[in-house]
């Protein structure tokens, strides 16, 4: 991941993107999205823009206010003290391990409010772990207008997290529908799915299962507190 801090804004996505956009500034068209979150918010602020990509690009506001509370406890990493603080944020218990020494009171995803810079971060269970590997001084703000104010060209649509919910709703309970739809229109015999031979609408349904039974495996949201609720799929 990366962590932009910039004078007015400060933004965190994928590093990939960076190294996509180095490619695509010679001519590439390297555009991929992995899933990660991507926010953006103005210095100094809780509310921040979070970018979702689904059948669409997508953008939602959120307020993101945290208590911290500072701890005694410190260690070392590198030439840097470190200071403990905890937080619980998005149904999710953190700890934070952060540098008084930087005074930028800023951190990954959408962690800020401390007193330093936070070089570490997990929740209670380990599903999240972000820390400092590399920082670096640019001589200017590096430009995400393609990877991240837009995406491959395309603008966002800015919705609301419900909104995108009930998306991310239909498509869980009939993921196969886009292909089912197409199965009419192609000659029979002729129509794959991922280099299976799809000869009867009927292979979808055993098809859908198994994409219903990934998403709801892996869906983990760091947001807790606005995650779907998928049913169960008998």
């Known amino acids: 991941m990366a962590l932009d801090i910039n004078p007015k804004d400060v933004k965190f996505y994928h590093y990939e993107n960076i190294i996509n956009d180095s490619l695509n500034k010679k001519g590439g068209r390297n555009y991929n999205w992995n899933g990660t979150p991507a926010v953006k918010r103005n210095k100094n602020s809780y509310q921040n823009t979070n970018y979702?990509?689904?059948?669409?690009?997508?953008?939602?506001?959120?307020?993101?206010?945290?208590?911290?509370?500072?701890?005694?406890?410190?260690?070392?990493?590198?030439?840097?003290?470190?200071?403990?603080?905890?937080?619980?944020?998005?149904?999710?218990?953190?700890?934070?391990?952060?540098?008084?020494?930087?005074?930028?009171?800023?951190?990954?995803?959408?962690?800020?409010?401390?007193?330093?810079?936070?070089?570490?971060?997990?929740?209670?269970?380990?599903?999240?772990?972000?820390?400092?590997?590399?920082?670096?001084?640019?001589?200017?703000?590096?430009?995400?207008?393609?990877?991240?104010?837009?995406?491959?060209?395309?603008?966002?649509?800015?919705v609301k997290i419900v909104d995108l919910h009930k998306m991310m709703l239909q498509f869980y309970n009939d993921p196969m529908k886009e292909l089912r739809e197409k199965f009419d229109d192609v000659p029979p015999g002729t129509f794959q799915v991922g280099g299976k031979k799809i000869t009867s609408k009927d292979q979808f349904k055993d098809m859908a299962k198994v994409m219903q039974d990934f998403i709801a495996k892996n869906y983990n949201p760091i947001d807790l507190t606005t995650a779907v609720i998928y049913p169960k799929i008998n």
Not at 125 to 134: G, S
């Open 52 to 158: 979702e990509m689904m059948m669409d690009y997508f953008s939602y506001t959120t307020d993101d206010k945290m208590d911290w509370k500072l701890e005694n406890e410190t260690k070392t990493s590198g030439q840097y003290t470190l200071q403990k603080a905890t937080t619980n944020f998005g149904g999710r218990h953190w700890t934070a391990w952060f540098c008084k020494d930087i005074n930028i009171s800023e951190g990954p995803y959408k962690f800020r409010g401390l007193p330093g810079l936070i070089f570490e971060l997990n929740d209670s269970r380990d599903n999240f772990i972000f820390k400092l590997v590399k920082s670096q001084k640019l001589e200017k703000t590096y430009d995400t207008s393609d990877f991240l104010e837009s995406f491959g060209g395309k603008k966002p649509l800015n």
